[in-house]
């Protein structure tokens, strides 16, 4: 079976699939470096929250989230791939 222009198409789109996953992750993981720097500053959760609710386009638990990604023990690694 030869190769086609179909499979070379695909095969570019599924490596830039790959490098924007990549990226995506990278954003997440600086986001939530960035909002454990954030808490912190803070004394109480609570005021972490208002926080995020004043200053975020997300919700506290994605910032929970962000922060558990950043946390994760893969972190690092992923982030200088």
């Avoid at 079976?1 to 990549?22: F, P, R, V, W």
């Avoid at 929250?49 to 638990?61: D, E, G, I, K, R």
Wanted: aromatic residues 8%; contains cysteine.
């Amino acid at each position: 079976m030869e190769k086609s222009n179909e499979s070379d198409a695909i095969l570019a789109e599924y490596a830039d699939a790959i490098a924007d996953g990549k990226d995506a992750v990278r954003h997440g993981i600086r986001c939530g470096q960035l909002l454990i720097k954030q808490r912190a500053k803070m004394e109480y959760e609570v005021e972490f929250m208002a926080w995020v609710t004043l200053n975020c386009q997300f919700s506290y638990p994605k910032a929970m989230e962000y922060m558990k990604l950043a946390r994760s023990k893969n972190a690092k690694k992923l982030i200088h791939d």
